[in-house]
C-alpha cells in the first residue's frame, strides 16, 4: 500500500517517549509554564486523552487553576498505525505556524504556552466552551460572525505572510524554514489534487456513487485543470499557510471562533485556505436534508449560504484594507504607485480577483478529496442510509466540477449562492 511521506526518513530523538495518561504529569509537572496555568499537585491533575484526530495524541490537562490541552506527534499516522511511518518534526511546523498565527492574525489561534522539540509537543491554550464547528454544523447550531471571522483570518495571514507586508530576506528565510516540512505537504499533494482522480488504493467512496465517480475520472480536462493547479500549490510560495482549513479545524461558541491544527502549514498560494474553508462550508450545505428536519432544512441551508458569502466579501474587505495600511513589502510598492501620484487599487482588485477564481477552483477539488479520497468529513459519513448519502454526495461533487472547471462564471457571490440552490435542487442519482 502507498504510504505518502515513506520517501524521508523518520527521525527520532533518542529520548523521544510518546506520552500517556499515566506519564504525562511526571514530564510536565516541573514546567513552570504548564504547572501553573494548571495548578495543583501534578499528582492530582486530571488528565484525559481526546486525540480523535488522524495523527496526533492529544491531552486535557485539568488542575485547581485551569486547564491546558497537550498535543504530541507521533511516529506513523495514528488512524493507520506503526506501518505507515510519519517524521514527528510535523508538531515543529505546527508550532512555528502557531506563533505565526499569533502575530499575524491575533485572538484567532490558540496560544502556546511550552514547546519541547525534541519530544515533538507543546502546550497550548485550552479552549473552552468551544466545541468542533462540523459537529455544530451537523446538529444546526449558528455561530454569530462565522463567515466573518475566518475570511479575515484568510486575509491576515495571507497578507501579512507574503511580501506584500514581509521584508525579502524574511520571508525568504521563512519559506526555507517551512521548506523543511516535507512530508505533511506530500498528503496533501496526494490525497487531496491526485488520488481522487483515479482508483488509488486508499480510496474509499458510497457505493451508490460510483457512476458520477466513474464519470468524474474519465473527464481528462478536469484531470488537467486539477493538476495546472497542483502545479500552483507545489510551486507557489506566497504566503504561509494554515493548509487543512476544513470545519474540523475550527472550533467556536455561538459567538466565537477559533482556529486550530495547523500541522499542515506551509508557504502556497494565497488562495488555498480560503478556497478549502469555503468548501466545508459547502459541504455542510449539501449534507443537510440528512440531519435537519423539513421546517428548518430551508432556513439552516441559508444560513450556511450567508456565510460563504460572509467569508469571500470580508476576506477582500479586510486584504483592501491591508492593502491600504501595511503594504510594506517588495510586491506593489508605493514607490510605482502612490508617491507617482497613482492608485493601486486596479492592482488590488486585480489580485482578488485572480485570488478569488484560484479559491473557487481549489474549493471544488476540496469538495472532491473529501467524498473519494482517504479522510472523508463526519457530515456525508454520518448518514447511515448509504442512497441519500450518495444522492447528497452527488450533488457536491458536480458542483465542484463546476467550480473546478469555469470559477470564472462563479466569482459574483450571488451566482456561487444560486448554483450552490441548483444543484442541491438536482436528482441525479
Known amino acids: 500500500m502507498q504510504r505518502f511521506g515513506e520517501d524521508w526518513p523518520v527521525e527520532i530523538d533518542q529520548h523521544y517517549r510518546a506520552l500517556g495518561v499515566d506519564t504525562l504529569s511526571q514530564r510536565l509537572g516541573g514546567v513552570e509554564a504548564v504547572a501553573s496555568r494548571v495548578g495543583g499537585e501534578p499528582t492530582s491533575w486530571d488528565i484525559r486523552e481526546v486525540g480523535d484526530g488522524n495523527l496526533n495524541l492529544v491531552f486535557i490537562v485539568s488542575g485547581d487553576v485551569g486547564s491546558v490541552v497537550v498535543k504530541q506527534a507521533l511516529p506513523y499516522v495514528r488512524m493507520v498505525g506503526e506501518s505507515w511511518p510519519l517524521p514527528i518534526y510535523r508538531a515543529h511546523f505546527e508550532y512555528y505556524a502557531l506563533v505565526r498565527q499569533a502575530k499575524r492574525a491575533p ?80 498528503i496533501t499533494e496526494s490525497l487531496v489534487f491526485t488520488d481522487p482522480y483515479y482508483g488509488a488504493e486508499m480510496n474509499h467512496h458510497t457505493p451508490e456513487l460510483s457512476p458520477v465517480v466513474d464519470e468524474l475520472r474519465r473527464n481528462a480536462r478536469l484531470k488537467a485543470k486539477v493538476q495546472r493547479l ?41 488562495a488555498f485556505d480560503l478556497g478549502m474553508a469555503v468548501a466545508n462550508f459547502l459541504m455542510a450545505y449539501f449534507s443537510q436534508p440528512a440531519h435537519r428536519q423539513e421546517g428548518e432544512l430551508d432556513e439552516y441551508q441559508a444560513w450556511i449560504l450567508d ?46 480577483e485572480e485570488i478569488r477564481l484560484d479559491a473557487l477552483a481549489y474549493c471544488g477539488i476540496e469538495m472532491h478529496r473529501r467524498v473519494l479520497s482517504l479522510a472523508h468529513n463526519a457530515d456525508f459519513e454520518e448518514i447511515e442510509d448509504t442512497g441519500l448519502r450518495a444522492k447528497l ?16 462564471a462563479y466569482s459574483d457571490l450571488t451566482a456561487l449562492a444560486d448554483l450552490a440552490r441548483a444543484y442541491n435542487q438536482q436528482e441525479v442519482l
Not at 469571500?312 to 514607490?335: M, N
Open 393 to 408: 454526495e452527488a450533488r457536491n461533487v458536480l458542483m465542484g466540477q463546476t467550480l473546478i472547471m469555469e470559477p470564472e
Open 230 to 270: 497542483l502545479m500552483k500549490f507545489t510551486a507557489n510560495t506566497e504566503t504561509m499557510l494554515h493548509g487543512d482549513l476544513h470545519s474540523g479545524s475550527i472550533m467556536a461558541t455561538d459567538t466565537d471562533v477559533r482556529v486550530i491544527d495547523p500541522e499542515f502549514s506551509q508557504y502556497g498560494p494565497m
Open 107 to 186: 485572538g484567532i489561534a490558540p496560544e502556546v504556552y511550552y514547546f519541547d522539540k525534541p519530544q515533538a509537543l507543546f502546550v497550548m491554550e485550552y479552549l473552552h466552551p468551544h466545541t468542533i464547528l462540523r459537529r455544530k454544523l451537523i446538529n444546526g447550531e449558528r455561530v454569530a460572525q462565522l463567515g466573518e471571522t475566518i475570511g479575515q483570518f484568510c486575509a491576515r495571514t495571507a497578507f501579512r505572510g507574503s511580501e506584500l507586508s514581509l521584508s525579502s530576506p524574511e520571508k525568504k528565510a521563512d519559506v526555507g524554514l517551512f521548506s523543511g516540512n516535507v512530508a505533511i505537504p506530500a
Open 307 to 352: 456565510v460563504i458569502e460572509a467569508c469571500f466579501s470580508h476576506f477582500d474587505a479586510e486584504f483592501r484594507h491591508l492593502w491600504q495600511t501595511e503594504r510594506t513589502g517588495i510586491l506593489f510598492p508605493k514607490s510605482l504607485f502612490e508617491e507617482q501620484g497613482n492608485s493601486a487599487d486596479d492592482a488590488c482588485d486585480a489580485l482578488l
